[in-house]
Each structure stands twice: as C-alpha cells, then as structure tokens.
C-alpha cells in the first residue's frame, strides 16, 4: 500500500470525470445568498460562536472548497484549500470566482507534503466529512497539521463516528434492516477498505481506479492529536450520520462526532 496516495489521486480525479451532471457547478450561489451553506446545524453553532475577524484559516482535504468558502463568510483574513485532486480543486477556484471571494486560495497536493512555507501559518484548520480516512497514520497527518497551526491555534474535526466503521450499510450483503443492532466489523481494523465502484455521493455507479482508506478509532485520533502538541478541548458525539445513511439515526449508536484541539 506504499502508494495508496498515488492510487487515490487518480481515483479521485476519475471520478469528478464522472461526477453526476453539473455536480458542483453551482456552490457559488448558495454562497452569495445563504448564511454558512454546507455546513450542519452543530458545526454551524461552533463556527458562528467563534471569533475569525483577521485569522488565517486552511482546510485540508477540501474538495471542491464549498465548505472553506462558506467559513470566509465569517470575516477571516484569508483562507487556504488543499486537497490531491486537481480537477476537484480547479472546481473550486472557479467556485470562487464565481462568489467573487478573492481572499481565498487553493492548492492541489498531497496533505502529507504541504510546503513548509505554509508552517505556522494558520490559526484555525478543519477536517469534515470523509476526510482523515485517507490517511494510513494519523500520526503522519496531524504532525502536517500541528506544524501549519500557530501556537495556540485550534483544528476542528467534523467526522463519521469511528463505530460506524463496525455497522453494514444497505445494500451490502450484511445488512438486515430487521437487525439494526447488528455489528459487522471490527472496530479495530487494521486492513485498508478497498473499494472500485466509484464516489457515490459525486458520481454515478462505474468501474472506478482504486480508492484505498483505513479506519480509525477515536483512541487513534485523539492519542495521535496529543503526540504532535494538540490538546483536546471539545468533544461532542452525535446519534446521526452525516453521509452514509439514516437508517441508524436516534438508535442509540454514536455515529458522528465534533472535535476541537488547540495547538500548544
């Protein structure tokens, strides 16, 4: 899996060939008439309660940048998008173009080879949905994050609950509709998942490149956080999904969580 990054990229890059029709294309109006598109009630409330007048903000794993552009909203200085793919991130300039949000950028690179340049740089960094499981080592990926943060600057992490990693989502050969409390996997995965079907959520159904991710348990995340200076401020853990599906919403399983660490 030394190249799993590499194999990524091209899967990432193929499937935005294949997204859905004008998938994308129009993120800039919801960004000129609505306040914090894109974001969900809870991270909204977190967002709205802090204070960006004049900080440098970044989000890695950004996408297409809709949600980095939604942030800028709130006074930041500037703002920095990175993510592998370079057709989703030419999306996003073209997002932002078409917002007329100029005081914010966007690069296309491997997270884990971000510039030095870009070190101490930002006082605020997030991770949404999706975006720390195309990491391998945590460790590796918040050491990036821990050098780009300021001291005293703050990540916020909005994710799938790890736990919902063990749960069978419809329409695999798993899942019983009827056994909702029924576990599939094991929390403590090591082996990646593999998958060759193309990205749902932006694309139709096709023989897609490999896309290779890994599962992490909140030990993981919350012990990798602490090994590179960050400590853990806030956690909150939510009964309701924020992508796969609802069919497990209010059953009493943890299935999404908000994180805040502070750089010390």
């Keep these: 899996m030394a190249n799993y990054i590499d194999g990524n990229k091209v899967a990432w890059e193929e499937a935005f060939e294949h997204r859905h029709p004008n998938w994308g294309d129009e993120n800039y109006v919801q960004l000129k008439n609505e306040r914090l598109p894109f974001f969900n009630p809870d991270v909204r409330k977190i967002l709205l309660d802090t204070d960006f007048t004049g900080k440098c903000v970044a989000q890695f794993c950004c996408n297409n940048g809709r949600e980095l552009l939604s942030l ?109 409390n029924k576990l599939t996997y094991s929390y403590f995965r090591k082996e990646p998942w593999i998958e060759n079907n193309g990205m749902g959520y932006m694309s139709k159904e096709y023989n897609s490149k490999t896309f290779t991710s890994y599962s992490h348990t909140m030990a993981d995340i919350i012990n990798s956080l602490s090994e590179n200076r960050m400590k853990t401020i806030h956690l909150n853990e939510n009964d309701y999904d924020i992508g796969f599906t609802e069919v497990y919403n209010g059953k009493g399983f943890p299935l999404s969580f908000t994180l805040i660490a502070e750089k010390s």
Excluded at 79 to 93: H, L, P, R, S, T
Excluded at 121 to 134: E, P, R
Excluded at 147 to 164: E, V
Aim: with cysteine; net charge negative.
């Design 72 to 180: 800028m909203q709130l006074g930041a200085e500037n703002g920095v998008g990175f993510d592998i793919a370079e057709n989703i991130i030419a999306q996003a300039v073209e997002t932002a173009k078409k917002a007329d949000i100029k005081n914010c950028k966007f690069e296309a690179c491997n997270i884990l080879d971000i510039s030095s340049s870009y070190y101490n740089s930002f006082d605020f960094v997030i991770f949404t949905i999706g975006a720390i499981t195309w990491f391998e080592v945590l460790s590796e990926l918040f050491d990036i994050v821990g050098k780009c943060l300021k001291p005293n600057g703050r990540l916020l992490l909005n994710d799938f609950h790890p736990l919902m990693n063990m749960l069978p989502l419809p329409g695999e050969d798993s899942f019983d509709g009827d056994k909702l």
